[in-house]
């Protein structure tokens, strides 16, 4: 099974709004996280990334926080923008004995802005 | 301007032809990565290299060929496709792969459509 998931595949925020999207993880090793950003016709956007010894990293109007307990990751667009609609990705960083790491990525959400 | 440049980015091609995706990153990192994302299916991984050698080679069929001639550039060369290999071809780079804290940066990718 998958071992990154998302609570809601799609969030619909007014402009102006703040948006949280949050992310399950089941492996309790996973070392990393990251978010990406992934627009219509593009790549994946590096927004974000935690380490596992953290709580909370803030970036320019984005949050994110892991909470190791419950093995459960969030990103918080403060303010959101039109711009701001995409789909977002949350993956985790799992580094087994071979030393190599290796990333494994939830299926995504869609943050639907309106204006 | 994007880090990480993919050529070309569409592609239409039948079952019994023989293409190639490029991939050329200007980070200066040593590893790079080919994934492929499907509607409604988080991002699989196909193959990375780790400083021009192959380290993963996540069971994907021989009809798909990876060449990594140097740490800047990457191909996927592609004969004998079925339908079901129609998706995006995303090409990713890091800094290395032994490495677990550092994101991996994502090019537009190549859309892929078998007839």
């Known amino acids: 099974g998958e071992s990154v998931g998302l609570h809601l595949p799609t969030l619909s925020v007014q402009e102006g709004d703040n948006s949280i999207i949050n992310c399950a993880y089941s492996?309790?090793?996973?070392?990393?996280f990251i978010w990406y950003k992934q627009e219509s016709g593009k790549g994946p956007q590096f927004i974000i990334d935690i380490r596992s010894n953290m709580d909370k990293r803030q970036g320019q109007r984005v949050t994110v926080l892991l909470n190791k307990t419950v093995k459960h990751l969030s990103l918080q667009i403060a303010a959101t923008q039109p711009g701001d609609s995409a789909v977002y990705f949350c993956?985790?960083?799992?580094?087994?004995?071979?030393?190599?790491?290796?990333?494994?990525f939830g299926k995504g959400t869609m943050l639907l802005v309106s204006p | 301007e994007t880090g990480v440049t993919q050529t070309p980015r569409h592609l239409v091609m039948g079952m019994t032809n023989k293409k190639s995706l490029k991939c050329e990153q200007h980070l200066g990192h040593n590893a790079m990565y080919w994934y492929k994302q499907s509607a409604k299916k988080p991002l699989e991984l196909m193959f990375v290299y780790n400083f021009k050698e192959q380290t993963e080679n996540n069971s994907v069929p021989s009809r798909f060929s990876p060449e990594c001639p140097n740490s800047s550039h990457l191909f996927l060369h592609l004969h004998t496709l079925q339908p079901e290999d129609s998706a995006l071809y995303l090409c990713a780079s890091s800094q290395a792969q032994q490495l677990s804290n550092q994101p991996q940066h994502f090019g537009d990718g190549t859309r892929l459509s078998i007839l």
């Open positions: 492996n309790s090793a996973s070392d990393y």
């Open positions: 993956a985790e960083n799992l580094r087994p004995s071979s030393g190599y790491s290796t990333l494994t």
